[in-house]
């Protein structure tokens, strides 16, 4: 008889998991501060172009993964159709509660960081600045550049992309869990970065630094085993 049982797997190497996180994060990084150089040529060329047809409706629904509401509705699709995850509940967290509850700090943490930055730092967003007055890429930084009338707060509030932040910690958590996904984690947290661009609430620099914002983020809540379903052997009955 073949039976199916929820296991534990062995742990990973200490720390493999995180470090492959944080040096992406650091990448990314990088890359955002070499994108400060393309920020306002790409931003401009956004606000002046859409997306034709079909591509451009594809290119929006792609910001699904790093909304918030978004990202939640994923994960109840994950713990709903992973048996080897539950939901915690009180009296009850252990290995697939605590596997569950990982993913959803990973997701959101990063997110939350974020918005910590965004209040700190204030960055007017592509779609409220008169970027034709903007001799560099420093001029859209502070409240210099704004260029409507009645500024909302989120018009300050460009850097860095929580949308981002949220996808990169969503794809990090899924690639945790099922690492043979990566790829199209990866893609699709690509993909809301894009959306955020071509929509023009956020320079290119903003995402990048968002995405690693959400790899931090998620680098310090994952690590833990993770869970599989394992057949077992075959028993024999005496």
């Known amino acids: 008889m073949t039976v199916t049982r929820h296991v534990p797997t062995s742990r990973r190497p200490i720390g493999r998991f995180q470090v492959s996180l944080l040096a992406i994060a650091t990448v ?45 509705i994923a994960l109840i699709a994950v713990v709903s159709l992973d ?92 690639a945790w869990r099922y690492p043979h996904g990566w790829v199209l984690f990866a893609l699709l947290a690509a993909g809301t970065a894009t959306q955020r661009v071509v929509a023009s609430a956020h320079y290119p620099s903003d995402v990048a630094c968002g995405a690693a914002v959400g790899l931090i983020g998620a680098a310090c809540c994952l690590g833990g085993p993770r869970l599989t379903r394992r057949a077992l052997a075959p028993e024999t009955v005496a």
């Open 28 to 72: 990314l990084i990088a890359v955002g501060a070499a994108a400060l150089a393309i920020d306002l040529p790409v931003a401009t060329w956004c606000k002046s172009h859409r997306v034709p047809g079909e591509i451009g409706r594809l290119v929006n629904l792609l910001e699904i993964t790093g909304h918030s509401l978004g990202a939640a």
């Open 83 to 174: 048996r080897t995850l539950r939901l915690p509940v009180p009296g009850r967290f252990g290995t697939s509660e605590r596997a569950f509850a990982r993913m959803v700090a990973a997701t959101y943490l990063g997110g939350l960081l974020a918005d910590v930055i965004k209040v700190s730092v204030e960055r007017v967003r592509p779609r409220a600045a008169d970027l034709a007055s903007v001799a560099s890429w420093l001029g859209t930084f502070g409240d210099a550049s704004l260029g409507v009338e009645k500024p909302h707060l989120n018009d300050l509030m460009s850097f860095p992309s929580g949308h981002s932040a949220v996808a990169a910690g969503l794809a990090a958590a899924l």
